[in-house]
């Protein structure tokens, strides 16, 4: 391996990065949701908020949002795992694991593998969350 090649972001990384999906612009008040998970890592210093609406009926996630301090990473990673969670019901959404993330985005560099679990702990939390509520 080159020297700095442990640092290339793939395409797929970069674009997530640069177009994130599903991130909450502007006041997290006037998205509608059914609960939100917040979590943060002390090492890195990023913190995560994912906001979820989940069809009651089916316990589908209709929609997600998701809010960030964090790195190119934690940004990619949370873009990923926003679209691959749509659609599915709360315990398929909570199978997603980090290293589906990474295969999502064609691999991140391996000290930045961590960013990818922040989007999930947050997901779960806000899982967690929703069903403390009903």
């Known amino acids: 391996m080159n020297e700095g090649q442990d640092w290339v972001y793939t395409d797929i990384v970069k674009d997530h990065f640069l177009n994130p999906r599903n991130f909450l612009m502007g006041d ?15 090492i890195c210093g990023d913190q995560m908020k994912m906001f979820i609406k989940v069809d009651k009926k089916t316990d589908k996630i209709i929609d997600v949002r ?7 990473s934690a940004i990619a990673s949370t ?3 926003s ?3 749509k659609g599915k019901t709360l315990d398929e959404a909570l199978k997603i694991s980090a290293e589906d993330i990474d295969n999502y985005l064609g ?5 930045k593998f961590h ?10 939390d806000a899982v967690k969350n ?3 509520q009903k």
């Not at 006037?30 to 939100?36: G, L």
């Not at 998701?66 to 190119?72: D, H, L, Q």
């Not at 960013?115 to 779960?124: E, P, R, T």
């Open 66 to 72: 998701w809010k960030t301090y964090g790195c190119a």
């Open 83 to 85: 679209e691959l969670a």
């Open 28 to 42: 997290e008040n006037k998205f509608e949701c059914d609960a939100t998970g917040i979590v943060g890592n002390p």
């Open 130 to 132: 929703y069903r403390a």
């Open 115 to 124: 960013c990818s679990v922040l989007g999930h702990q947050a997901l779960a």
């Open 107 to 111: 691999k991140l560099p391996k000290h």
């Open 79 to 81: 873009s990923a795992l």
